[in-house]
């Protein structure tokens, strides 16, 4: 379910790394709690971000949640498909439902968080 | 938390659960979006057992609901069901409810699972005087609905009652898969479609009995999440939103079921008031015509006022955008009025439209 190269945080966003580069979404448990996507804000390429700040929005037909920006660095690219289908998030999250690209600017910053077994065993622990 | 007699069969179809003023209630099955479009296009299952029966009985039952409510319930009979209100001196609601004639000396209100011990304490209070008792027996109800331009085709081959017979609010009482029940002509989404009343402690027989017959007609189990849109397209108030102690019957575009020559009852006096001097606001439809989703109590503003909040608003799964209510000065209502409402800090532009959003289609 949740791919052994990412990394994941308590947020619920994943992060892959591609060169150095970083690719950030929000994992299937998120999307399956958020429900159906009808929006998202995104950020603009440029934008510096720190960790754990607010990079964008999730609107879902029943709440909206912030995503938190899983390590601080530059925003490269940002996934325009979401602009017209928000959807790709509950089809596809770990994949084309993918939402930044950020320039890493600290790899320390990878130890906040969670490996696939980690995350999964968190997952785990709020279902109690 | 309390959970309908239908729980276990929620949990067997996949339902994810919410918290809703105490119940264990379905929030989604499938999903909004795609429940959403099965009522509007097919058929869609509700279980709406958390909704209150509060049962008013007694030689002078109809004198009672008449001083409770402002509609006619002397309109009513053992076949017709009415709309109305409890209200305030003040005219404003306490609740808004269905009214159900069960005999002479007998009236069944159905009422929001978030009211239903403060309306019964309402009723309580107001008894002196009265000749009658009064009951809750919301944990004895059971109560479905089925609706969708399919729900008629669907419930037809399991019971005795003509629904074809029946008008708008109709009610008749017979057996639905061999369990007694009250079906009215009644529901919460904009389309035709039955509400199904059973005190059987099987409640599930009619439940799964209407799932296996409309299989073919492409029925699902519905939850709340998209009972909650289809009802915003649709211009049905939702208490807590919409209505509350705060807005009267009138600004709340209601005056059709406000009845001054009935005789006295409770906000007879405002509402006439009201009704003479005219509304000061009322209640309009929005939609955005820029990305977003506005939602309860987000700023609403006009020329850079801020002068109202939204009440009820979401995305639209009929239109693919967002709607909503808000209350507006009559001065500044008119379908067309430009507003803006403040979404995380950012004015987004907004119009008044007009409402219902969305009408289904009359039979040819």
Same mark, same amino acid.
């Given at each position: 379910?949740? $791919?052994?190269?990412?990394?994941?945080?308590?947020?619920?966003?994943?992060?892959?790394?591609?060169?150095?580069?970083?690719?950030?979404?929000?994992?299937?448990?998120?999307?399956?709690?958020?429900?159906?996507?009808?929006?998202?804000?995104?950020?603009? $390429?440029?934008?510096?971000?720190?960790?754990?700040?607010?990079?964008?929005?999730?609107?879902?037909?029943?709440?909206?949640?912030?995503?938190?920006?899983?390590?601080?660095?530059?925003?490269?690219?940002?996934?325009?498909?979401?602009?017209?289908? $928000?959807?790709?998030?509950?089809?596809?999250?770990?994949?084309?439902?993918?939402?930044?690209?950020?320039?890493?600017?600290?790899?320390?910053?990878?130890?906040?968080?969670?490996?696939?077994?980690?995350?999964?065993?968190?997952?785990?622990?709020?279902?109690? | 938390?309390?959970?309908?007699?239908?729980?276990?069969?929620?949990?067997?179809?996949?339902?994810?659960?919410?918290?809703?003023? +105490?119940?264990?209630?379905?929030?989604?099955?499938?999903?909004?979006?795609?429940?959403?479009?099965?009522?509007?296009?097919?058929? +869609?299952?509700?279980?709406?057992?958390?909704?209150?029966?509060?049962?008013?009985?007694?030689?002078?039952?109809?004198?009672?609901?008449?001083?409770?409510?402002?509609?006619?319930?002397?309109?009513?009979?053992?076949?017709?069901?009415?709309?109305?209100?409890?209200?305030?001196?003040?005219?404003?609601?306490?609740?808004?409810?269905?009214?159900?004639?069960?005999?002479?000396?007998?009236?069944?209100?159905?009422?929001?699972?978030?009211?239903?011990?403060?309306?019964?304490?309402?009723?309580?209070?107001?008894?002196?005087?009265?000749?009658?008792?009064?009951?809750?027996?919301?944990?004895?109800?059971?109560?479905?609905?089925?609706?969708?331009?399919?729900?008629?085709?669907?419930?037809?081959? @399991?019971?005795?009652?003509?629904?074809?017979?029946?008008?708008?609010?109709?009610?008749?009482?017979?057996?639905?898969? +061999?369990?007694?029940?009250?079906?009215?002509?009644?529901?919460?989404?904009?389309?035709?479609?039955?509400?199904?009343?059973?005190?059987?402690?099987?409640?599930?027989?009619?439940?799964?009995?209407?799932?296996?017959?409309?299989?073919?007609?492409?029925?699902?189990?519905?939850?709340?999440?998209?009972?909650?849109?289809?009802?915003?397209?649709?211009?049905?108030?939702?208490?807590?939103?919409?209505?509350?102690?705060?807005?009267?019957?009138?600004?709340? +575009?209601?005056?059709?079921?406000?009845?001054?020559?009935?005789?006295?009852? @409770?906000?007879?006096?405002?509402? @006439?008031?009201?009704?003479?001097?005219?509304?000061?606001?009322?209640?309009?439809?929005?939609?955005?015509?820029?990305?977003?989703?506005?939602?309860?109590?987000?700023?609403?503003?006009?020329?850079? %006022?801020?002068?109202?909040?939204?009440?009820?608003?979401?995305?639209?799964?009929?239109?693919?955008?967002?709607?909503?209510?808000?209350?507006?000065?009559?001065?500044?209502?008119?379908?067309?009025?430009?507003?803006?409402?403040?979404?995380?800090?950012?004015?987004?532009?907004?119009?008044?439209?007009?409402?219902?959003?969305?009408?289904?289609? %009359?039979?040819?």
């Amino acid at each position: 379910m949740y $791919p052994d190269d990412f990394y994941y945080s308590k947020d619920h966003e994943w992060l892959r790394i591609d060169g150095e580069n970083a690719t950030v979404g929000i994992t299937d448990f998120a999307q399956k709690q958020l429900g159906d996507v009808v929006y998202v804000e995104l950020p603009q $390429p440029g934008a510096q971000l720190e960790f754990h700040q607010s990079l964008g929005v999730i609107e879902s037909v029943k709440a909206v949640s912030d995503i938190y920006s899983p390590i601080s660095g530059e925003v490269m690219k940002i996934n325009e498909e979401l602009n017209e289908s $928000p959807e790709l998030i509950n089809e596809d999250p770990h994949d084309k439902g993918w939402i930044v690209r950020i320039k890493v600017k600290n790899e320390t910053e990878l130890e906040n968080l969670m490996s696939a077994s980690e995350y999964e065993k968190f997952l785990e622990g709020l279902e109690d | 938390m309390q959970r309908t007699r239908l729980f276990s069969a929620h949990k067997t179809a996949g339902a994810k659960f919410v918290e809703f003023f +105490g119940w264990e209630m379905p929030i989604e099955y499938t999903g909004i979006i795609q429940e959403h479009m099965a009522v509007r296009k097919k058929a +869609g299952l509700f279980d709406v057992s958390h909704m209150g029966e509060i049962v008013i009985s007694g030689n002078q039952a109809l004198d009672f609901v008449q001083y409770l409510t402002p509609n006619n319930a002397a309109f009513l009979d053992a076949n017709k069901a009415q709309y109305s209100a409890l209200t305030t001196p003040q005219g404003t609601f306490v609740d808004d409810l269905l009214v159900y004639y069960l005999d002479e000396h007998a009236y069944l209100l159905v009422v929001n699972a978030a009211n239903t011990d403060k309306d019964f304490q309402w009723i309580l209070s107001h008894k002196q005087g009265f000749d009658i008792e009064v009951q809750n027996k919301s944990a004895d109800y059971t109560q479905m609905a089925l609706q969708g331009p399919r729900a008629n085709k669907i419930l037809q081959p @399991l019971t005795d009652i003509d629904l074809e017979e029946m008008s708008g609010f109709g009610v008749e009482r017979g057996s639905v898969e +061999g369990v007694e029940a009250i079906v009215s002509r009644t529901g919460y989404t904009g389309e035709d479609g039955f509400e199904i009343y059973t005190l059987a402690q099987n409640p599930e027989k009619i439940w799964d009995a209407i799932l296996e017959e409309g299989k073919t007609y492409g029925l699902q189990p519905i939850g709340l999440g998209a009972r909650d849109t289809l009802r915003l397209e649709a211009r049905l108030m939702l208490y807590g939103n919409d209505i509350d102690e705060s807005t009267t019957v009138l600004e709340a +575009g209601m005056r059709w079921l406000v009845k001054f020559k009935k005789g006295d009852f @409770l906000g007879r006096e405002a509402l @006439l008031k009201q009704k003479e001097e005219g509304v000061r606001r009322k209640i309009v439809g929005f939609e955005l015509l820029e990305k977003g989703i506005a939602r309860p109590h987000y700023p609403v503003f006009i020329e850079n %006022e801020k002068i109202s909040e939204v009440r009820s608003g979401s995305f639209s799964p009929f239109f693919q955008k967002s709607i909503g209510l808000t209350y507006l000065p009559v001065d500044h209502a008119e379908i067309g009025t430009e507003c803006a409402i403040e979404i995380r800090g950012k004015r987004i532009k907004a119009k008044v439209v007009p409402t219902p959003f969305y009408k289904k289609e %009359e039979k040819q």
